[in-house]
């Protein structure tokens, strides 16, 4: 089946520090990818959209700004948190849709810690 | 606007036996896809059985089936012979084939289901 990797699995970091997510689908093209929040024993929220070479659509009370979402190809795109603080610390999973076949395939996630 | 709803934030069940988690949603399209993703403590999320709106059979993956009801927009999960290892988060979720809605999914709350040896 579709792979999708995710790195790194866990990080932790300072206050204020920015910290980079990156997501790849490893043998398919991923004409979109969704980056979701997901807080402990809680679903899954939906942050934000992006589709290859355009920019995120972000939801509903989520900073661009702190959230920088960028999929510049069909295998890659990235989260950096800005200026992380505590309130940051969650853990942040990717997935990408492989377009046509309405399935969706899923990173194994990444715990962030803000100290 | 879609809602997908889980009733029951937590369940047990004994090995090899049979449980059944639901799930209800609404929308008011006709051609939609219904999906079951399993959790486990990894945290890794994986799909367990996903259903066509438009097909009336409902889907089936090993131990895993759905009773899917369209009219009554119900989509429960049967899990038969329980084993240890099904103990996980399971999410109910829909998405929309519309392009406008850029295919995202629409999540339930999630049932914690504990298989008990």
């Known amino acids: 089946g579709a792979v999708v990797s995710q790195h790194p699995s866990r990080v932790i970091c300072k206050s204020g520090t920015s910290v980079k997510i990156e997501c790849r689908s490893l043998?398919?093209?991923?004409?979109?990818m969704f980056w979701y929040r997901q807080f402990p024993k809680k679903s899954l929220m939906l942050m934000a959209t992006?589709?290859?070479?355009?920019?995120?659509?972000?939801e509903q009370g989520v900073e661009k700004d702190k959230f920088l979402i960028n999929h510049a190809s069909l295998t890659l795109s990235t989260l950096t948190v800005t200026s992380a603080h505590p309130e940051d610390s969650s853990f942040y999973i990717c997935?990408?849709?492989?377009?046509?076949?309405?399935?969706?395939?899923f990173g194994s996630g990444t715990q962030l810690s803000v100290l | 606007a879609q809602t997908v709803t889980q009733s029951q934030p937590e369940m047990s069940v004994q090995e090899a036996e049979t449980v059944t988690l639901s799930c209800t949603y609404d929308?008011?399209?006709?051609?939609?896809?219904l999906f079951w993703y399993k959790q486990p403590p990894s945290r890794q999320m994986i799909l367990v059985i996903r259903?066509?709106?438009?097909k009336q059979q409902n889907a089936t993956e090993n131990r895993f089936s759905v009773n899917f009801q369209k009219a009554a927009k119900s989509f429960s999960l049967k899990i038969s012979d329980s084993q240890l290892g099904d103990t996980a988060m399971y999410f109910c979720?829909?998405?929309?084939?519309?392009?406008?809605?850029?295919?995202?999914?629409?999540w339930g709350l999630g049932t914690s289901l504990a298989v008990n040896p």
């Open positions: 043998d398919f093209q991923a004409t979109t």
């Open positions: 929308t008011s399209e006709n051609n939609y896809y």
């Open positions: 992006s589709n290859e070479g355009s920019k995120a659509t972000y």
């Open positions: 997935s990408a849709h492989t377009g046509g076949h309405e399935k969706l395939f």
């Open positions: 259903q066509e709106a438009y």
């Open positions: 979720a829909f998405m929309s084939p519309n392009a406008g809605n850029n295919r995202k999914l629409i």
